[in-house]
């Protein structure tokens, strides 16, 4: 049972480069999304998705792009990495309502 | 907006004492109350989770009670180890929200033998 998959675990880009985070889940969730955890912030919900073909921003959308064409498939882009973006990004997966959510593994990006 | 607020660490404790972490909440709605737990180097993991009032969420030895009227849901250990260093989040769902998750800010624990 993988659960939920990231892919890079990390990564180093440079700063205007463009990259996308995978992140896949095999548990037929309807809801997805995106997080970046930054030392004294918490999670903060980047983009999500309520199904295939749907998505919505969440507190800090600006510089990433999201879509979700399966529902097994939530990938996140970077249009234009700058420093600021530099964090460790985790995808969660769940059925949609109030219920626990499952975390991938996490990708550590650093922009220099 | 829904908001979760943690108490801030980090607590440092010798093992076997006893551990509380602060947490209390706004939502709209009925919200669901979780606690999740991120171990060194790995992904975020359900530790346990309440989603009615006066519900007792528990597991591995900790547990949190959902008290509406105090809007808390503050995470309790008799004894702790070692092995509990992490970081630790309160968090809340809400169909007010969306259904989304709101996380508390995490509260650093490290357990010195």
């Known amino acids: 049972n993988a659960g939920v998959t990231q892919t890079p675990k990390f990564q180093v880009l440079k700063t205007g480069q463009s990259m996308t985070l995978q992140c896949a889940q095999d548990?037929?969730?309807?809801?997805m999304s995106w997080y970046r955890q930054d030392p004294g912030m918490g999670l903060r919900l980047i983009h999500y998705?309520?199904?295939?073909?749907?998505?919505d921003q969440g507190e800090v959308p600006n510089g990433y792009n999201v879509s979700r064409s399966t529902t097994e498939d939530f990938p996140l882009r970077l249009l234009s990495a700058a420093p600021s973006q530099t964090s460790v990004y985790f995808c969660?997966?769940?059925?949609?309502?109030?219920?626990?959510?499952?975390f991938g593994q996490g990708t550590r990006l650093t922009v220099v | 907006g829904n908001s979760v607020t943690q108490m801030e660490g980090p607590v440092t404790l010798s093992e076997e004492a006893f551990l509380t972490i602060n947490c209390t909440y706004t939502?709209?709605?009925?919200?669901?109350l979780f606690w999740y737990v991120q171990y060194p180097g790995e992904g975020l993991q359900l530790l346990l989770k309440?989603?009615?009032?006066?519900d007792k969420g528990s597991n591995k030895g900790f547990e949190a009670t959902y008290r509406k009227e105090t809007t808390s849901f503050h995470l309790e250990k008799g004894s702790v180890q070692v092995s509990d260093s992490a970081v630790y989040f309160c968090?809340?769902?809400?169909?007010?929200?969306?259904?989304?998750?709101?996380f508390g800010k995490g509260t650093l624990l490290t357990v010195n033998p």
């Open positions: 548990m037929n969730h309807e809801y």
């Open positions: 968090a809340l769902i809400s169909g007010g929200s969306n259904y989304k998750l709101t």
């Open positions: 969660a997966s769940r059925i949609y309502g109030n219920t626990e959510a499952f």
């Open positions: 939502a709209t709605g009925y919200p669901s």
């Open positions: 309440a989603t009615k009032a006066d």
């Open positions: 998705s309520v199904g295939a073909g749907i998505t």
